[in-house]
């Protein structure tokens, strides 16, 4: 009769460590849970830094998506680090008219009446890093979050297009400065997350000059939405 006893004890006492090895197991796979490491975001770009007389006009709009590596920092997963990289298309109107002539550039300030829309679009290669708070588990969906960075960038592709009553001009821009960078901000709850980047760098590059020798030195704040996917 002890024998049973005690061979039931030892399979009961087996029982218990193998099924406390599972829940353990279970935690510890459940501790590894990533978040936001996709984007998608819409904004409206806002110049600043303007040449007297500069005036923006339609929508100047800002598109961007990208995968942002989430490397948490501590146990709980709630601060961590995100390294990415994405892709963003900028459109910024104003009065500001460019024409090039025998591969030269000129800018000029124009009245708004004088012409239908200028135009100055990029297309960047960006470079995301952020320190990231929020407060997700593993079974919570729905949480704070306030992410802080900085980003960098690299425009590949740049067009300036001026269109009149007679017609439409438009031709690949060298002024734009290629590196670009500046510091950025995305907190919300949930689906819903506001984002705000602040360029340090100006948009053009120092040749970029009105006919009075004033440096075109715009700098641009971009103010929008940004969803994040799993």
Same mark, same amino acid.
């Given at each position: 009769?002890?024998?049973?006893?005690?061979?039931?004890?030892?399979?009961?006492?087996?029982?218990?460590?193998?099924?406390?090895?599972?829940?353990?197991?279970?935690?510890?796979?459940?501790?590894?849970?990533?978040?936001?490491?996709?984007?998608?975001?819409?904004?409206?770009?806002?110049?600043?830094?303007?040449?007297?007389?500069?005036?923006?006009?339609?929508?100047?709009?800002?598109?961007?998506?990208?995968?942002?590596?989430?490397?948490?920092?501590?146990?709980?997963?709630?601060?961590?680090?995100?390294?990415?990289?994405?892709?963003?298309?900028?459109?910024?109107?104003?009065?500001?008219?460019?024409?090039?002539?025998?591969?030269?550039?000129?800018?000029?300030?124009?009245?708004?009446?004088?012409?239908?829309?200028?135009?100055?679009?990029?297309?960047?290669?960006?470079?995301?890093?952020?320190?990231?708070?929020?407060?997700?588990?593993?079974?919570? #969906?729905?949480? /704070?979050? &306030?992410? *802080?960075?900085?980003? +960098?960038?690299?425009?590949?592709?740049?067009?300036?297009? $001026?269109?009149?009553?007679?017609?439409?001009?438009?031709?690949?821009?060298?002024?734009?400065?290629?590196?670009?960078?500046?510091?950025?901000?995305?907190?919300? #709850?949930?689906? /819903?997350? &506001?984002? *705000?980047?602040?360029? +340090?760098?100006?948009?053009?590059?120092?040749?970029?000059? $009105?006919?009075?020798?004033?440096?075109?030195?715009?700098?641009?704040?971009?103010?929008?939405?940004?969803?994040?996917?799993?």
């Amino acid at each position: 009769m002890k024998q049973y006893v005690v061979l039931t004890l030892l399979s009961f006492s087996f029982f218990v460590a193998q099924s406390q090895e599972v829940q353990d197991s279970i935690v510890d796979v459940n501790r590894r849970y990533l978040e936001d490491q996709f984007y998608i975001g819409l904004g409206y770009n806002l110049l600043f830094n303007r040449p007297e007389n500069t005036v923006q006009r339609n929508l100047s709009y800002n598109l961007q998506a990208g995968f942002i590596k989430d490397i948490p920092l501590n146990y709980r997963r709630n601060v961590g680090l995100g390294i990415g990289v994405g892709y963003a298309v900028n459109s910024y109107y104003s009065n500001i008219v460019a024409t090039k002539t025998n591969n030269i550039i000129s800018y000029e300030v124009m009245d708004q009446g004088d012409f239908n829309r200028s135009k100055l679009e990029t297309h960047a290669v960006e470079f995301p890093l952020e320190l990231r708070w929020r407060t997700s588990t593993v079974e919570e #969906y729905k949480f /704070w979050r &306030i992410y *802080a960075g900085v980003k +960098l960038g690299y425009v590949f592709s740049g067009r300036s297009k $001026l269109v009149m009553e007679g017609g439409s001009t438009s031709f690949s821009n060298d002024d734009i400065q290629p590196f670009q960078y500046g510091l950025m901000l995305n907190f919300g #709850y949930n689906t /819903w997350n &506001i984002h *705000a980047y602040y360029g +340090l760098s100006p948009l053009l590059e120092e040749t970029a000059q $009105l006919p009075s020798g004033e440096r075109i030195d715009t700098r641009v704040l971009r103010i929008g939405l940004i969803f994040y996917i799993l």
